[in-house]
């Protein structure tokens, strides 16, 4: 059993634990260093895997054909076009919804998937891929199987041992569930990067254990929570979490420069390393 779980984001589906270890483990040990902490084993970092829960037997991922603006569901299309809002707020090569185009399409998500491509985070992404990332999301939250097998698969890697779970993207949610179901958990400090858990109704308000008057249960395994992203993060829609899940948490900004929402530079940051740090 390991002192630091990490929890990957979305569409990781086609790795597995040791390839995704393989880019995570070296950033994190720089950010311990910028931190001024001592290095940790490799047999002291593990990571909680669930992305092939999003692969479908045989080889391919979920939408095994190409997908496009139209296969787009309800919750698919209010995710992507909240992306797209905070993208062209917060990138000037981004157009946004109001903006004047050129593009001939007068669909409204073909328009955000076209914008989209321009983002530093969604920038080289194909369009069903784009799509396949909002469907990730909406699948954890609406399929009971997918959602309990993910929350499992963390709690499988906390144990007792266990000083810090580190968390990115999708991977917060999960996390933040699990850490709730946990058995095992004690004292833990969680360390979300690029976090959606702040964004209302479509993930916020479907949390489990559900919110109650507008904000979220703190789990109780969790004896310190620092929240790190940065400002051109689209993924982050609500980069303070502090406002949802009490001020007891840490809301803290970094800088990723043109790969604002890479859990590498994420990892690399002075900030995470001392957020981990402490929490060892």
Same mark, same amino acid.
């Given at each position: 059993m390991?002192?630091?779980?990490?929890?990957?984001?979305i569409a990781?589906?086609?790795?597995?634990?040791h390839?995704l270890?393989?880019?995570?483990?070296p950033?994190l040990?720089?950010?311990?260093?910028r931190?001024?902490?001592?290095?940790?084993g490799?047999?002291?970092?593990?990571?909680?895997?669930?992305?092939?829960?999003f692969?479908k037997?045989?080889?391919?991922a979920v939408?095994s054909?190409? /997908?496009?603006a139209?296969?787009?569901t309800? @919750?698919?299309?209010?995710?992507? =076009? *909240?992306?797209?809002?905070?993208?062209?707020v !917060?990138?000037p090569a981004?157009?946004?919804?109001?903006?004047?185009t050129?593009?001939?399409?007068?669909d409204?998500?073909q328009?955000?998937?076209?914008?989209?491509?321009?983002s530093?985070f969604?920038?080289g992404l194909?369009?069903h891929?784009?799509?396949?990332?909002?469907?990730?999301?909406?699948?954890y939250?609406?399929?009971?199987r997918?959602?309990?097998?993910?929350?499992?698969?963390v709690?499988?890697?906390?144990s007792?041992v266990?000083?810090v779970?580190?968390?990115?993207?999708l991977?917060s949610v999960?996390?933040?569930?699990? /850490?709730?179901?946990?058995s095992?958990a004690? @004292?833990v400090t969680?360390?979300? =990067? *690029?976090s959606?858990?702040?964004?209302?109704g !479509?993930i916020f308000?479907?949390?489990?254990?559900?919110p109650?008057?507008g904000?979220?249960f703190w789990?109780?395994s969790v004896?310190?929570?620092?929240?790190?992203a940065?400002?051109?993060?689209a993924?982050a829609?609500?980069k303070?979490l502090?406002?949802?899940?009490?001020?007891?948490l840490?809301?803290q900004l970094?800088?990723?420069?043109?790969?604002?929402?890479d859990?590498?530079p994420y990892?690399?940051a002075r900030e995470?390393g001392a957020?981990?740090?402490?929490?060892l």
């Amino acid at each position: 059993m390991s002192r630091i779980v990490c929890v990957h984001g979305i569409a990781q589906q086609t790795k597995g634990s040791h390839t995704l270890l393989e880019s995570w483990y070296p950033a994190l040990l720089d950010g311990l260093a910028r931190a001024g902490h001592a290095a940790v084993g490799r047999d002291e970092v593990v990571m909680g895997f669930y992305g092939d829960l999003f692969r479908k037997s045989g080889a391919r991922a979920v939408g095994s054909v190409p /997908l496009d603006a139209t296969d787009l569901t309800d @919750d698919e299309r209010d995710l992507i =076009l *909240g992306w797209w809002k905070a993208a062209a707020v !917060l990138e000037p090569a981004v157009p946004g919804p109001g903006d004047a185009t050129r593009m001939r399409t007068p669909d409204i998500l073909q328009r955000a998937l076209n914008a989209l491509s321009h983002s530093t985070f969604f920038a080289g992404l194909a369009e069903h891929l784009l799509v396949l990332s909002a469907r990730q999301v909406r699948l954890y939250l609406n399929d009971p199987r997918i959602r309990a097998q993910a929350r499992a698969r963390v709690n499988a890697e906390i144990s007792a041992v266990t000083r810090v779970v580190v968390a990115h993207s999708l991977g917060s949610v999960v996390a933040y569930e699990a /850490l709730h179901e946990s058995s095992q958990a004690r @004292d833990v400090t969680l360390v979300t =990067l *690029g976090s959606p858990l702040g964004i209302r109704g !479509l993930i916020f308000d479907r949390l489990e254990p559900k919110p109650a008057s507008g904000q979220g249960f703190w789990p109780t395994s969790v004896k310190n929570w620092v929240n790190i992203a940065d400002q051109g993060d689209a993924v982050a829609l609500s980069k303070g979490l502090a406002p949802f899940f009490g001020e007891a948490l840490s809301d803290q900004l970094v800088h990723n420069g043109s790969h604002a929402h890479d859990v590498r530079p994420y990892l690399t940051a002075r900030e995470t390393g001392a957020a981990i740090a402490a929490g060892l």
